[in-house]
T-cell receptor, first 115, second 115 residues
Framework: EPEVTQTPSHQVTQMGQEVILRCVPI?????FYWYRQILGQKVEFLVS????????KSEIFDDQFSVERPDGSNFTLKIRSTKLEDSAMYFC?????????????FGNGTRLTVT | SQQGEEDPQALSIQEGENATMNCSYK?????LQWYRQNSGRGLVHLIL?????REKHSGRLRVTLDTSKKSSSLLITASRAADTASYFC???????????????FGKGTKLTVNP
C-alpha cells in the first residue's frame, strides 16, 4: 500500500538555524499538509497546499515557515530560524480530496529537537 | 480555536471489554473522522462519518454522530492489547470561502488495553 514517507526521522538543530523537513506524499494525491504535535499534546494544523500554492495556514505558520513542492514528488517544510518552542513532532500528510472529505494519510513524522 | 475535544483523556480496560471514546465539537461540520496513533508513529485513518449519517461500522469499530449535540462516539468492541493507542477525532472547519480545507484534531484519548 502506498505510504507517505518523511525524512529525517529525527533532526537536532541549534536555535536560530534553518531546518528543512522533507516528505514524499502518495503519488496520486492532490492535497498536502503539515501538522505538528508537541509531546503529549494535540495535533496542530500548520498548512495545507494544493495546486502548487498554500490554500490555508494557521496562526502558527508565520513568516519563519515556508513550504515548497520543488519537483512534483517532494513536499518540504522549511523553518528559517528555529526557536526552542519549535521542538515537536512534525507530520506530513496527503489526501486525494480536501481534508474534510477524504482520509488523510500521514507519514511517521520527523522529531525536531531545537537546543 | 479548538474544535474537537475527546473524552476521556485516558482510558484503561481489560482485553475483551468494550472501549468508548467521545468527541465534542463546537461549530457545524461536514464530516467527522477518527484516527488512531500508536506511540511515536503517524496517525492512521479509521473511519469518516458524514454529517447526514448517524452511525457507521467498520469491523470492530462503531462510530455515532449526533449533530444536534455536536458530539460523536467511537466504540471498539472486544478490545485487544493491540488496540492500545491514542485515538483522535478530527473535524473540518469551513473556510471563509465556504469550502472545507483542513482537519482540526483534538487532544486525543489514550487507550490502554491490558492483556
Amino acid at each position: 500500500e502506498p505510504e507517505v514517507t518523511q525524512t529525517p526521522s529525527h533532526q537536532v538543530t541549534q536555535m536560530g538555524q534553518e531546518v528543512i523537513l522533507r516528505c514524499v506524499p502518495i503519488s496520486n494525491h492532490l492535497y498536502f499538509y503539515w501538522y505538528r504535535q508537541i509531546l503529549g499534546q494535540k495535533v496542530e494544523f500548520l498548512v495545507s497546499f494544493y495546486n502548487n500554492e498554500i490554500s490555508e495556514k494557521s496562526e502558527i505558520f508565520d513568516d519563519q515557515f515556508s513550504v515548497e513542492r520543488p519537483d512534483g514528488s517532494n513536499f518540504t517544510l522549511k523553518i528559517r530560524s528555529t526557536k526552542l518552542e519549535d521542538s515537536a513532532m512534525y507530520f506530513c500528510a496527503s489526501s486525494l480530496g480536501t481534508g474534510a472529505n477524504s482520509p488523510l494519510h500521514f507519514g511517521n513524522g520527523t522529531r525536531l529537537t531545537v537546543t | 480555536s479548538q474544535q474537537g475535544e475527546e473524552d476521556p483523556q485516558a482510558l484503561s480496560i481489560q482485553e475483551g471489554e468494550n472501549a468508548t471514546m467521545n468527541c465534542s465539537y463546537k461549530t457545524s461540520i461536514n464530516n467527522l473522522q477518527w484516527y488512531r496513533q500508536n506511540s511515536g508513529r503517524g496517525l492512521v485513518h479509521l473511519i469518516l462519518i458524514r454529517s447526514n449519517e448517524r452511525e457507521k461500522h467498520s469491523g470492530r469499530l462503531r462510530v455515532t454522530l449526533d449533530t444536534s449535540k455536536k458530539s460523536s462516539s467511537l466504540l471498539i468492541t472486544a478490545s485487544r492489547a493491540a488496540d492500545t493507542a491514542s485515538y483522535f477525532c478530527a473535524t473540518d472547519l469551513l473556510s471563509p470561502q465556504g469550502g472545507s480545507e483542513k482537519l482540526v484534531f483534538g487532544k486525543g484519548t489514550k487507550l490502554t488495553v491490558n492483556p
